[in-house]
């Protein structure tokens, strides 16, 4: 029963409980009771308002995509069927420096700004007002909103190619701060990307510094991805010593040909690193990226995909060398000509891929771009692609150690108290799925298709994806910093 002794609205029953622990999974029944977990094992003499039968598929704790850039389509496409078809029910938004929040803005946002807004009016002057904006209209999943640097840099400078000055880094954090006690997670920086790459170390520390006060976290797209990742993985590691305060390395990787294998060196940084702080990263399983389309990253690229483009939308979906010999021209002037555009880039290496993602402290981060005309498939593919293709077929390793990064490692990382696990007064978010059949379908040419083999998806104990359609119900909550539990769990080898 449920500990007020009254009935379970629903109880899911011969399900393979996963539990997000790592465990092996056990069979036995759920009850859900309001938006909490009522009850779990054998509930044989226990009814439910609503009974489901599971047959042996997996129910699982639902899954927590650590790095995403859904901060506007959470408004502007509530029922985020992209990700709730795959079974996630809880995101976090504003990495890579990126957040809706909090800018005012009167021109076109400084790329890559523009893969969340390319209209002033869809930034949010103050991070309460966005977050006030996702109460009133809500979404089908949870989200815990972080700040981006970039966007603090487009509101407190004038010009991005130099370091901010000392009233321009007391602007930023003055924002920061307030951002936080509004409910921000914490700080994201992208000092890869034009608008911050003038940006020195020593202004990340100044506002990273803040963050350790309000037991926020920090995640970065690093500096170099490149030729210089090993330099980028060891200035990350010194932001995080000197404001102490846990790091997240965003989609780790190393692009480019002459660089594969980099991420074996620095692999072995991170794991010497979290002896002494708090330092996690994340990943996505495929070998392209996606960002803002940019001629620098040309020689990196064995192939190149346009994702959308404000001057030639008719180009979405087609590759790089095709609308160079159509434009009659290089790649390089093509790209200038498309600009501001977005692009894939296929620049990783499987080896580097699978190693990454065989790491045992890596998250599930699926960094999709929801505004894109032909996105990345990783939009819609990147937990059933775990799930069916590295987990079942090619057996990287096991189903209950993938649901655990997918679920209470992050749940840990990032302080989402009660979620992330299954256990009697957890909250409900769960999916339930069949490991035999579970597949990404959405692949590079048709982008936007729905995961096979997800059955059933419940955000807060309602249930928001079924019979692989969205139910239109839209329980999700914006999950305030002073609402959740510390973060940096998980993250340090204690
Ligand atoms: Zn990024
Ligand atoms: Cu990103």
Known sequence: MPSDGSQPDLIIRGARLIDGSGRPGVRGDLAVKDDRI???????????????????????????????????????????????????????????????????????????????????????????????????????????????HTTLRAGAMDRFDRAATQPEIDAMRQTLETSLESGAIGMSTGLYYPPAKDAPTEEVIALAKPLRAYGGIHTTHMRDEASHLVRSVNETIAIGKAADIPVVISHHKASGTPNHGLVNDTLKLIDEARKTQKLGLDVYPYVAASTMLDPRRIPLASKIIVTWSNSHPEFAGQTLDAIAAKLNCDMTEAANRLLPAGAVYFMMSEDDVRRVLSYPHTMIGSDGLPHDQ?????????????????????????LEEAVRRMTALPAAQFGLKDRGSLRPGACADLVLFNPDTIADTATFDRPKTPAAGIALVMVNGRTVWNDGAATGDRPGRALRRNTLGPMGGGMAAD
């Open 38 to 148: 009522a009850a779990m094992g054998d509930l044989s003499q226990m009814k439910g308002g609503r009974e489901i039968p599971a047959n042996g598929l997996a129910l699982a704790p639902g899954f927590i995509d650590t790095h995403t850039h859904d901060d506007r389509a959470l408004l502007s496409d509530p029922l985020m069927e992209c990700k709730i078809s795959q079974g996630v029910t809880t995101v976090i938004t504003g990495n890579c420096g990126i957040s809706l929040a909090p800018l005012s803005i009167d021109r076109y946002p400084p790329p890559p700004l523009d893969i969340i807004g390319r209209e002033p009016k869809q930034f949010f002057a103050s991070f309460d007002g966005y977050l006030s904006a996702l109460d009133r209209d809500p979404p089908a999943l949870n989200a815990a909103c972080q700040v981006g």
């Open 374 to 398: 032909h996105p990345h498939p990783r939009l819609w593919g990147t937990f059933p692609r775990v799930l069916g293709h590295y987990v079942r077929d090619v057996q990287l390793f096991p």
